[in-house]
């Protein structure tokens, strides 16, 4: 499993740095999987220094074609729940979330949640995660 999982945390780092239109320092994805439901966004920081950025609000910050920033968001969620299915086929307990936490120097880390999510709302769930990762 290592060498599948480091392939995709690589794609994963390399996805988000395409996704992301400024220099940046920081970035926290999650990625949730329960109940064929799934989702991913994810905040990053700018490097001038200013607060945390909504990967939903790029497009409009900067003039951006929404349709082909949210198809590459997709693919970048696909991507994460691609580690879901090297769990499964490793005989792993599959994870419920997972937060991918990137600095710009390459260095990262991973949670993995194991937390039923199936009667939690949606916008609840964003800011537990929020407050959890210290994003404001």
Do not use: C
Not at 101 to 121: H, M, T
Request: proline content about 5%.
């Amino acid at each position: 499993m290592a060498r599948k999982a480091e392939e995709i945390y690589q794609a994963l780092a390399n996805q988000l740095n395409d996704l992301i239109p400024e220099p940046w320092e920081k970035v926290l994805l999650y990625v949730e999987d329960w109940n064929d439901s799934s989702t991913a966004y994810f905040f990053y920081y700018p490097a001038e220094g200013t607060g945390p950025v909504l990967s939903h609000d790029i497009p409009e910050r900067f003039e951006m074609d929404s349709d082909d920033f949210e198809m590459k968001e997709y693919e970048l969620g696909e991507t994460g729940l691609s580690l879901q299915r090297v769990f499964r086929d490793d005989g792993l307990t599959p994870w419920t979330s997972f937060t991918f936490i990137l600095e710009q120097n390459g260095q990262f880390k991973v949670d993995y949640g194991y937390e039923d999510l199936s009667e939690v709302d949606p916008g609840e769930q964003r800011e537990v995660w929020k407050a959890r990762y210290e994003i404001e």
